[in-house]
């Protein structure tokens, strides 16, 4: 009778679990061992149950195997090939280069070392800086439109403040320097004011007895 594939996926029936586990480990540490035999190899092997107990194998010391192991990890880690190292130096090469344009192009854009440019060069710069006096102009622009948009929020909530205010107080509300102008009001005179006198009388002669005069009549 031919013995059917095992399917690799974990065995439901707790039983066959437990048989199949004792059956396969037992035949990995016979494997482990022959390894270790018949090849002369130094072999470690670690193995949990499912219910945590421990089961290993070690040809010579478990412990010495493992510290062996952590440092070839270890020196492998920390020590790159000699194709790493190649690439390494091609693109820290290509790096350079890259730095030294850039540096190269940032003195043009500054003015310097305009010696050398051509005509081509020369209007390439030119047009680059004038691109980048656009985007200027245009942030700031945009800059200014928030910040006055802002300043109208604000004197919006100003103004309904004020409102509120005003209507507590039982006064009347202000009326901001816009809406006075859009509405063509003028600011009354206030003709008892003492501002609002004015001496149109000329003195003349020492304090004591100074005369007056009119100015229509001087």
Same mark, same amino acid.
């Given at each position: 009778m031919v013995r059917g594939k095992t399917q690799m996926r974990r065995i439901e029936n707790a039983t066959s679990r437990q048989v199949t586990f004792s059956k396969r480990r037992n035949g990995l540490l016979k494997k482990a061992f022959e390894l270790s035999v018949l090849c002369d190899a130094e072999?470690? @092997?670690?193995?949990f149950s499912p219910r945590g107990k421990l089961y290993e194998f070690a040809s010579s010391s478990m412990q010495e195997t493992i510290e062996r192991y952590m440092r070839h990890t270890k020196d492998n880690r920390t020590r790159p090939t000699e194709q790493?190292? +190649?690439? @390494?130096?091609?693109e820290a090469a290509d790096m350079v280069k890259k730095i030294e344009l850039l540096e190269v192009s940032r003195r043009k854009l500054l003015g310097e070392s305009l010696g050398s440019?051509? @005509?081509e060069e020369l209007q390439h710069i030119e047009q680059q800086l004038e691109r $980048?006096? $656009?985007s200027v102009r245009a942030r700031k622009t945009q800059v200014f439109k928030e910040q006055l948009e802002k300043l109208k +929020?604000?004197?919006k909530v100003l103004a309904a403040e004020n409102a509120r205010l005003s209507e507590k107080c039982g006064m009347q509300p202000w009326k901001g320097s816009k809406e006075l102008k859009e509405n063509n009001i003028a600011v009354p005179y206030d003709e008892s004011s003492p501002s609002s006198d004015v001496e149109t009388e000329l003195f003349i002669g020492p304090p004591e007895g100074r005369t007056k005069c009119? @100015? +229509?009549q001087c």
């Open positions: 072999v470690a @092997l670690i193995i790493n190292m +190649q690439h @390494l130096k091609a440019c051509t @005509l $980048s006096v $656009s +929020q604000k004197e009119n @100015l +229509q």
